[in-house]
């Protein structure tokens, strides 16, 4: 199973390839879904960091805590229905047992963060009855702590990274496996980032990644004044570090074979040139592409291209950002 990756710089028009993807008949999509447990903070990256690469007696349990926690986040809830809808119920079930099988022991016992973890106002009072206990019959026993978790479990985990490396793939092998109706071919949304793309593809078997970027006259502008997500800044100067701040690596990132570079208005402008150019690299076969257009239609998304042309009130910003982000700028706008 090969697994197909889009990744972004947010905004920057990724679901335009997975939804090209999705029209092959040779390709199983899992929607426009993002899958970023990999990628995210206490995701895989970081329990390898703190398992493997940086253990240590406190760290390494405590990080084994923070991906459940995650794993238990993605698997949603009766408000927010998550990935355990896309796997079919087993989410959650299969990612404990991949805890369990990086786990080297475990014990009743608890630390400084198990509290934190809880809120610092439980922090606080749950160390209230040592003190007590300090300032009267514990007078000459210091050391001594009442243990207010006592049924708290902590994780022993030092894998070598062979071993992660190798549990985690079959890990994600079986997750996606399991549901993708014996594909071939697998679309992952985010499942990984545009950046330090040399680690994350450790993780995988077989993975191809495509990288898709965005004029950023258009970001500016759909930012501002159609998505007001608030996540990418909008006062022009700012704007234009942040952009070349999250796009620093990009050109390392591309000399991977295994990652690919699109530009998000090519799919659009030159359509038939760059369908053919992923059909090449990704191996697919034109008679696969069954249905043409049915989700990604260029006509449709033309509509998001060029559009600080309508907002006459940034003449003087879009000016700001050709002078100073004319690297990123589509050339066949001009």
């Known amino acids: 199973m090969r697994i197909i990756s889009c990744a972004s710089y947010y905004g920057s028009g990724s679901s335009a390839i997975t939804d090209l993807l999705s029209e092959y008949d040779n390709i199983f999509s899992f929607t426009d879904e993002e899958f970023r447990f990999v990628q995210d903070p206490d995701g895989i990256s970081d329990l390898e960091y703190n398992l493997v690469q940086n253990f240590n007696r406190h760290n390494s349990g405590r990080a084994i805590k923070r991906y459940k926690r995650l794993v238990d986040f993605y698997a949603g809830n009766i408000f927010s229905h998550k990935y355990e809808k896309y796997f079919h119920g087993k989410w959650k079930e299969k990612s404990y047992q991949y805890i369990d099988e990086l786990t080297d022991f475990t014990y009743k ?35 001594r702590f009442l243990n207010m978790l006592p049924n708290e479990v902590t994780y022993c985990s030092h894998p070598s990274e062979e071993k992660f490396l190798v549990t985690t793939r079959k890990y994600i092998d079986e997750l996606f496996g399991s549901v993708s109706q014996g594909f071939n071919n697998v679309v992952i949304d985010q499942i990984v980032p545009s950046t330090n793309l040399k680690r994350y593809l450790r993780y995988f078997n077989d993975i191809n990644v495509i990288i898709v970027d965005r004029d950023p006259r258009d970001i500016y502008c759909l930012e501002k004044h159609v998505w007001k997500d608030g996540m990418i800044p909008t006062d022009v100067e700012t704007f234009c570090k942040w952009f070349k701040y999250t796009r620093a690596n990009r050109d390392k990132e591309l000399e991977n074979p295994r990652v690919n570079f699109i530009q998000f208005e090519d799919l659009i402008f030159n359509y038939d040139k760059t369908k053919n150019q992923v059909e090449n690299w990704l191996n697919l076969s034109t008679s696969d592409h069954k249905n043409v257009k049915k989700y990604f239609d260029p006509s449709f998304s033309i509509k998001n291209t060029r559009t600080w042309i309508k907002y006459k009130s940034e003449k003087e910003n879009i000016a700001y950002i050709e002078k100073y982000l004319s690297d990123y700028l589509y050339k066949d706008f001009d």
Do not use: C
């Open 109 to 143: 016992g608890s630390w400084m963060y198990d509290y934190l973890d809880r809120g610092v106002t439980f922090y606080y009072l749950t160390h209230l009855p040592t003190k007590l206990l300090h300032a009267t019959i514990w007078r000459k026993q210091p050391e």
